[in-house]
Each structure stands twice: as structure tokens, then as C-alpha cells.
């Protein structure tokens, strides 16, 4: 992989072709490859937060939702052109996680944990109460999006939502990347391995972890904001436990702190679902379980790592 | 007002237990002194007073007559006071030059940077090759600090902290767990620190601490007992007493 890397472009390349191969390899699931990307980029916004600053969460979820309650909103109210909405759920997004940030990142362990699904719970019961604003559990309705630049329809088989949400997801993918290789993502990775080492060169640990949680907020907020946009629908689910805490599942699976690991344990999450699903719909958690049990004891680096130890394995024998 | 850290009066208690009582302390640019005394004298305690870890009770500590008490850990970094941990404490994960640039980077205000590859910086490269060469640690820049023997490590921890530019630096037990075979690897390279610089060496090692320090301080129960050349520090009845004691007991 690293190797890889050197060459320029090379991560460019491979994400447009497989955006490519996935648009024409399922022309009549379109809608399902977009949920895909969405996804893949809500846990890209967990593995910036956990995986490179370590911070432990189990309610991205809030950021998410306010995302895509503020898209939604923006669209019903104000206009509903999709970029100005986008602008909008990200800083939704990374307010929230900004203010929250600095009460929740005060504490570490299991109360960090506690408190991050508090505030996911808390966002809940609000969008539930203030049914006039939210629809509460009937969910935000009456989203119609313009086209994207004034320019592109959004059409019935989802054409433009997947080339919209694909170029979002490619944009935001190569900043983490360059993020990731840049100061500031050294900077974090210090922080996950010893906030204690960090502190005695002189870093402001608490600031940093403010700020990486609020630039993960944004990432969940953008994540929300297209959801919001191209389901034209935002319900209660989206502040929902599950989805932070499969959205997480999905990570180990693919492997934190590596930004491809988002990708790769997103598809495989959401590809045995779909597969899985409809042919036992109540086993498949087993599954899934099984195959999480297989990575944590077996791959700890996530897929991402399968073909390194299935080398290192053939070299054994 | 005088240059370098001074400490007057220093007070710390935990619960009823007085572990710094009433200590007073210069370091001048260039200074090598050492703080030794027997195990849970206070000397770990005493460091994280100075380095803003822990609060003192009572008591003043300035750098450049500047009061520093206001300044949190990162702040007083900023401000030129640098530490080794007591047990080795790196980024394990990374590379080695991997952590001696994270000292860079905070060092020059830069480690919000996003964009450009933290590796990018010329001029930080060279200064970390020379600060490689300087503890013979070239071969191993590449290496994860984890795959490091803990001699080694100890190395890339004062590497480290050099690039800091500090201005005051304390070592707590830079020989603690470093093999007798590797200890002169510690020694010289507390020998070639830079000139200029005001070293507190915290440490066990009798040979490492009269072959580096101009000036010892002996604290026992958290009170400063003597402090003196190496010379009459060894010629001390009371100091004598406190190191065969303390050896019948390891
Ligand atoms: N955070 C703390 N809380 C309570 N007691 C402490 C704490 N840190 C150190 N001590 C106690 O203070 C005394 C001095 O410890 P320390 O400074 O580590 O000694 P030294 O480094 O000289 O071996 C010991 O009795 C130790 O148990
Ligand atoms: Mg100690």
C-alpha cells in the first residue's frame, strides 16, 4: 500500500476507477451503491476521531443527524440548492461537535463513551419533541433538491445522487489522505499513542482533540446533509445507537486508522447485509458477529491487513 | 533577576504526606547538577512541580525571573523546560524520526499544518539527522521505536527532547533500566549536551552522577539533607550512611 502511494496520483486513480466499476457494475442498485458511500464517508469521520486521535466514541451518530436535520431544514426553509446545503450540515455538524467536544473531551474511558451516546440520545428526544420544527417520528418531509450547480436533475434512477455523493465522498477522502500524511495527522497519532508523551514536547493535547473532533463532526455533518438530501427524507433514526455503533463495527472490521480501512470494511459490512439479508433476515447478525470475532483475534489491523498476513502466512509454510 | 530556573521554597503535600518541604534550587545555563536520594524521596515529585504536572502547595519557581506557576505543562515546554519520563515515554508506534519531528513540529508552531507532508521540511530533516548522528542513532531512524532496545530508546527520548531547543532539561533516571553494557552510551551523551544548557539529572547510578554532575543535591523524606561539589558530597558521613543504607535494602 505504501508503496503504492509513491506513485503520484496512484490514490486518485484507484478511487475513480472503482467509483467507475461500481456505477456500472450495478446500474439498477445504484440507489444501494450510494447508501454505500455515504456510509463510507460517516466512517471516515469515526476513524478521523478514533482511529488516528483515539478518541473513543459511540455517538457519531448526533453529528450525523444535526447534519442532516440541518440539510433537510435549510432545504424545506431556505433553498434547495445541494451544495449551500451541504456548506450547511457540515457546520452544523462540526458546531455540535465543537461544543459538545468541549464538555465530553474533558473526560476519557467509559464515561467518554458514556457521554458521546448521551449526546446522541439527547439530540433524539429533541428532534422527537419539537415535532413542529422535525415531524418527530414521522420524519422531516417535504425535501425537494434542486439540481446540483443548477445543472444536474436529480432523476429517478439516481444517476446524479451517485456522481454527486461520489464526488463528495473523493474530495473529502483525498483531504484525510493528505491530512493523514500531513503534520496534523502526525500530531493526532501522537495523541492516541501517549496524550502524556505529547504534553512534554509541548502540545496542547485537549485543543487538538477539540479540534480533530470538530473536523470529524464536519465530515459526519456533510455525511447527514447528503443523505438528507438524496433520500429527501430525515427521520429519528439517524441520531439511532445502531448507527454509530455499526458504523464503528464497520472501522474494526476494515481496520482503523487507515482511511482505506473505512472503505474496505464498509463495503463488507453493507455488501453481507444486503446478500445476507435477504437470505436469512435473522441470522445475518451472526454473521457478522463471526466475521468481527475473525478480524479482532486474528486480523487486529482489520481486512485492511488480509493480504499482508496472507503473505506472511504463504511465507511460513 | 537571575537567568535560568530558580526554585524558592517549594511545598508539596499528598494527603498528610510532606514529599517537597521547603526547597530551594538554582539552575544557571550550563549547570549539571543531580538530585539523588533513596526511593520515594520526592525527586520524581519534584520534577513534576517544575514541569507543571503537579501544583506546589507553596513555594516560587521562575525562568528568567519570569513566574511560571500561571503556565500549564505544554506552556512551560514552550517557555524552554523539557523532560525525560523516569520510564521511557515515546510514541511506540512510530518511527523514530517520526517522534523527533513531532518535537519539531510543535516546537515551530506548526502542528495544525494539513496540508503539506509532515515530512516536507527541509531544514527539520537536516536538524534531525544531525540530532540522530549526535546519539549514533542514524541507522535506526526508520525503525519503529517499539522494535528499539530500551537503551536505544532512552536515546531517542533525549534525541527527542533536544529538539525541543529546551533550555532547561531534566533527566528522571536517564540509566534506570539501560543495561550496564549500554550505561555509557546514557553518559555520553549527557557529556556532549549542549554547553549552554541547564541539565537536572535525577538519578541511582553513583559512577553516571560523579562522572556528570558539578553539583549534587541529596534529598531525603522531600527535605534537601546536603548539596555540594561531587567531592564533599562523597566525603559526607550522612550521605555515606543513606547509600550503604539504601543498598543493604535493594
Ligand atoms: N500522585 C501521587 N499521589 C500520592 N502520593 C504520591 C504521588 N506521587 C508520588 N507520591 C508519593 O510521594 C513520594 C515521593 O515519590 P517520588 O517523587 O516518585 O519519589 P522518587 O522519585 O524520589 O523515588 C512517595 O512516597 C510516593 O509514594
Ligand atoms: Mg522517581
Redesign the interface.
Same mark, same amino acid.
Given at each position: 500500500m505504501t508503496r503504492l502511494m509513491r506513485i503520484p496520483f496512484a490514490v486518485e486513480a484507484l478511487l475513480i476507477a472503482l467509483l467507475v466499476i461500481a456505477f456500472f457494475a450495478f446500474p439498477y442498485n445504484l440507489a444501494f451503491v450510494t447508501r454505500i458511500l455515504i456510509m463510507v464517508l460517516f466512517v471516515l469521520s469515526i476513524d478521523l476521531v478514533l482511529g488516528f486521535a483515539g478518541i473513543a466514541t459511540l455517538g457519531q451518530a448526533a453529528l450525523y443527524g444535526t447534519g442532516a436535520y440541518a440539510a433537510g431544514l435549510f432545504a424545506v426553509h431556505v433553498t434547495a440548492a445541494p451544495l449551500p446545503g451541504l456548506l450547511i450540515g457540515m457546520v452544523a455538524g462540526a458546531a455540535l461537535a465543537f461544543l459538545s467536544g468541549l464538555v465530553l473531551l474533558r473526560t476519557k474511558g467509559l464515561t467518554l463513551i458514556m457521554l458521546t451516546i448521551a449526546v446522541a440520545q439527547i439530540c433524539q428526544e429533541v428532534a422527537n419533541k419539537a415535532r413542529d420544527v422535525t415531524g418527530g417520528a414521522d420524519g422531516l418531509r417535504g425535501i425537494r433538491m434542486e439540481p446540483v450547480l443548477g445543472l444536474f436533475e436529480f432523476d429517478f434512477i439516481g444517476i446524479t445522487a451517485y456522481w454527486y455523493v461520489a464526488i463528495v465522498v473523493f474530495i473529502v477522502f483525498l483531504a484525510l489522505k *493528505?491530512?493523514a500524511?500531513?503534520?496534523?495527522?502526525?500530531?493526532l *497519532?501522537?495523541i492516541h499513542?501517549?496524550p502524556? *508523551?505529547?504534553?512534554?514536547?509541548?502540545?496542547?493535547?485537549y485543543r *487538538?482533540q477539540v479540534?480533530a473532533y470538530t473536523l470529524g463532526g464536519g465530515i459526519a455533518g456533510i455525511a447527514g446533509a447528503l443523505a438528507a438530501q438524496v433520500t429527501q427524507l430525515v427521520s429519528l433514526e439517524v441520531y439511532s445507537f445502531t448507527l454509530s455503533a455499526e458504523a464503528l463495527i464497520m472501522l474494526i472490521l476494515g481496520g482503523t486508522g487507515r482511511l482505506w480501512g473505512a472503505i474496505v470494511g464498509v463495503v463488507l459490512f453493507m455488501t453481507v447485509h444486503h446478500v445476507a439479508a435477504s437470505a436469512d433476515p435473522y441470522n445475518w447478525l451472526f454473521f457478522i458477529g463471526f466475521m468481527v470475532l475473525g478480524v479482532v483475534f486474528f486480523l487486529p489491523g482489520g481486512m485492511i491487513r488480509l493480504p499482508q498476513a496472507l503473505l506472511r502466512l504463504g511465507r511460513q509454510r | 533577576m537571575s537567568a535560568g530556573l530558580q526554585v524558592r521554597g517549594l511545598q508539596k503535600s499528598f494527603g498528610g504526606i510532606i514529599v517537597a518541604d521547603d526547597i530551594n534550587v538554582d539552575l544557571a545555563p550550563g549547570a549539571r547538577v543531580a538530585l539523588i536520594g533513596p526511593n520515594g524521596a520526592g525527586k520524581t515529585t519534584f520534577s513534576s512541580l517544575i514541569?507543571g504536572k503537579l501544583t506546589p502547595n507553596a513555594g516560587e519557581i521562575t525562568l528568567d525571573g519570569q513566574d511560571i506557576r500561571p503556565l500549564g505543562?505544554?506552556?512551560r515546554? =514552550?517557555a524552554g523546560i523539557? =523532560?525525560t519520563?523516569q520510564i521511557t515515554?515515546?510514541?511506540?508506534?512510530?518511527t523514530v524520526r517520526?517522534n523527533l !519531528?513531532?518535537?519539531a513540529?510543535? !516546537?515551530d508552531g !506548526?502542528? !495544525?499544518?494539513?496540508?503539506?507532508?509532515?515530512d516536507s521540511w527541509a531544514e527539520v530533516e537536516r536538524e534531525i539527522d544531525a540530532q540522530l548522528a549526535a546519539f549514533r542513532l542514524e541507522a535506526l531512524g526508520d525503525k519503529r521505536v517499539s522494535d528499539l532496545a530500551y537503551g536505544q530508546q532512552r536515546l531517542v527520548e533525549m534525541a527527542?527532547?533536544l529538539m525541543?531547543k529546551p533550555r532547561v532539561l531534566i533527566l528522571d533516571e536517564p540509566a534506570a533500566g539501560v543495561p550496564s553494557s549500554d550505561s555509557h552510551l546514557i553518559t555520553d551523551a549527557i557529556e556532549r549536551l549542549p554547553d549552554d544548557l541547564a541539565v537536572l539529572i535525577i538519578e541511582h547510578d553513583m559512577k553516571l552522577v560523579f562522572r556528570v554532575a558539578r553539583s549534587i543535591i541529596v534529598l531525603v523524606n522531600g527535605r534537601i539533607l546536603t548539596q555540594g561539589a561531587p567531592n564533599e558530597i562523597a566525603a559526607d558521613e550522612r550521605v555515606r550512611d543513606l547509600y550503604l543504607g539504601a543498598r543493604h535494602h535493594d
Amino acid at each position: 500500500m505504501t508503496r503504492l502511494m509513491r506513485i503520484p496520483f496512484a490514490v486518485e486513480a484507484l478511487l475513480i476507477a472503482l467509483l467507475v466499476i461500481a456505477f456500472f457494475a450495478f446500474p439498477y442498485n445504484l440507489a444501494f451503491v450510494t447508501r454505500i458511500l455515504i456510509m463510507v464517508l460517516f466512517v471516515l469521520s469515526i476513524d478521523l476521531v478514533l482511529g488516528f486521535a483515539g478518541i473513543a466514541t459511540l455517538g457519531q451518530a448526533a453529528l450525523y443527524g444535526t447534519g442532516a436535520y440541518a440539510a433537510g431544514l435549510f432545504a424545506v426553509h431556505v433553498t434547495a440548492a445541494p451544495l449551500p446545503g451541504l456548506l450547511i450540515g457540515m457546520v452544523a455538524g462540526a458546531a455540535l461537535a465543537f461544543l459538545s467536544g468541549l464538555v465530553l473531551l474533558r473526560t476519557k474511558g467509559l464515561t467518554l463513551i458514556m457521554l458521546t451516546i448521551a449526546v446522541a440520545q439527547i439530540c433524539q428526544e429533541v428532534a422527537n419533541k419539537a415535532r413542529d420544527v422535525t415531524g418527530g417520528a414521522d420524519g422531516l418531509r417535504g425535501i425537494r433538491m434542486e439540481p446540483v450547480l443548477g445543472l444536474f436533475e436529480f432523476d429517478f434512477i439516481g444517476i446524479t445522487a451517485y456522481w454527486y455523493v461520489a464526488i463528495v465522498v473523493f474530495i473529502v477522502f483525498l483531504a484525510l489522505k *493528505r491530512l493523514a500524511a500531513a503534520p496534523l495527522g502526525l500530531s493526532l *497519532r501522537g495523541i492516541h499513542e501517549s496524550p502524556e *508523551r505529547m504534553l512534554a514536547i509541548g502540545a496542547p493535547v485537549y485543543r *487538538r482533540q477539540v479540534l480533530a473532533y470538530t473536523l470529524g463532526g464536519g465530515i459526519a455533518g456533510i455525511a447527514g446533509a447528503l443523505a438528507a438530501q438524496v433520500t429527501q427524507l430525515v427521520s429519528l433514526e439517524v441520531y439511532s445507537f445502531t448507527l454509530s455503533a455499526e458504523a464503528l463495527i464497520m472501522l474494526i472490521l476494515g481496520g482503523t486508522g487507515r482511511l482505506w480501512g473505512a472503505i474496505v470494511g464498509v463495503v463488507l459490512f453493507m455488501t453481507v447485509h444486503h446478500v445476507a439479508a435477504s437470505a436469512d433476515p435473522y441470522n445475518w447478525l451472526f454473521f457478522i458477529g463471526f466475521m468481527v470475532l475473525g478480524v479482532v483475534f486474528f486480523l487486529p489491523g482489520g481486512m485492511i491487513r488480509l493480504p499482508q498476513a496472507l503473505l506472511r502466512l504463504g511465507r511460513q509454510r | 533577576m537571575s537567568a535560568g530556573l530558580q526554585v524558592r521554597g517549594l511545598q508539596k503535600s499528598f494527603g498528610g504526606i510532606i514529599v517537597a518541604d521547603d526547597i530551594n534550587v538554582d539552575l544557571a545555563p550550563g549547570a549539571r547538577v543531580a538530585l539523588i536520594g533513596p526511593n520515594g524521596a520526592g525527586k520524581t515529585t519534584f520534577s513534576s512541580l517544575i514541569t507543571g504536572k503537579l501544583t506546589p502547595n507553596a513555594g516560587e519557581i521562575t525562568l528568567d525571573g519570569q513566574d511560571i506557576r500561571p503556565l500549564g505543562e505544554a506552556d512551560r515546554v =514552550k517557555a524552554g523546560i523539557a =523532560k525525560t519520563f523516569q520510564i521511557t515515554t515515546l510514541f511506540r508506534d512510530l518511527t523514530v524520526r517520526d517522534n523527533l !519531528r513531532l518535537a519539531a513540529q510543535e !516546537r515551530d508552531g !506548526r502542528a !495544525r499544518a494539513w496540508f503539506k507532508r509532515a515530512d516536507s521540511w527541509a531544514e527539520v530533516e537536516r536538524e534531525i539527522d544531525a540530532q540522530l548522528a549526535a546519539f549514533r542513532l542514524e541507522a535506526l531512524g526508520d525503525k519503529r521505536v517499539s522494535d528499539l532496545a530500551y537503551g536505544q530508546q532512552r536515546l531517542v527520548e533525549m534525541a527527542m527532547t533536544l529538539m525541543l531547543k529546551p533550555r532547561v532539561l531534566i533527566l528522571d533516571e536517564p540509566a534506570a533500566g539501560v543495561p550496564s553494557s549500554d550505561s555509557h552510551l546514557i553518559t555520553d551523551a549527557i557529556e556532549r549536551l549542549p554547553d549552554d544548557l541547564a541539565v537536572l539529572i535525577i538519578e541511582h547510578d553513583m559512577k553516571l552522577v560523579f562522572r556528570v554532575a558539578r553539583s549534587i543535591i541529596v534529598l531525603v523524606n522531600g527535605r534537601i539533607l546536603t548539596q555540594g561539589a561531587p567531592n564533599e558530597i562523597a566525603a559526607d558521613e550522612r550521605v555515606r550512611d543513606l547509600y550503604l543504607g539504601a543498598r543493604h535494602h535493594d
